[in-house]
């Protein structure tokens, strides 16, 4: 039996599929602290045991976003606040080559910030 992360993944159609499972395997390999969890019925990664970012498909917009968990304290011009106080978004067009910088940039700005906290 499929694991609920697995599932999700695979239930997905393309191209979002696709694009949420590369930065799945993306985002695992920044660091060998992150790890990866099913949280609030999405796939979770986790940095040293805290919530670093999620995977989600954005239901206005019909395309996949990696969501900032401590988003409020990270500053990129591609991050969207929307109605959320401490979460941003990084909405991703998965018709397009996907932007492996601005993400890389994200993630390395957030994971600073957990080790300024450790």
């Known amino acids: 039996m499929l694991s609920p992360i697995n599932n ?3 239930q997905q159609d393309e191209p979002v599929k696709s694009c949420l499972q590369f930065l799945r395997e993306h985002i695992l ?3 060998p602290n992150i790890t ?3 949280k609030y019925g999405m796939p979770f990664y986790c940095c040293n045991g805290k919530m670093l970012c999620y995977l989600w498909v ?3 917009y019909h395309k996949p976003y990696l969501g900032i968990v401590e988003g409020s304290r990270i500053h990129h011009p591609d991050l969207i606040i929307e109605k959320r106080a401490r ?3 990084f909405l991703i067009d ?7 910088k601005k993400i890389d940039s994200i993630l390395k700005e957030v994971l600073a ?3 300024q906290v450790d």
Do not use: G, R, V
């Open 29 to 31: 390999k920044q660091s």
């Open 58 to 60: 954005h239901k206005k």
């Open 94 to 100: 998965p018709a397009e080559d996907i932007p492996i």
């Open 8 to 10: 999700y993944f695979l």
């Open 36 to 38: 990866e969890s099913w």
């Open 113 to 115: 910030l957990y080790k």
């Open 87 to 89: 979460m941003k978004i």
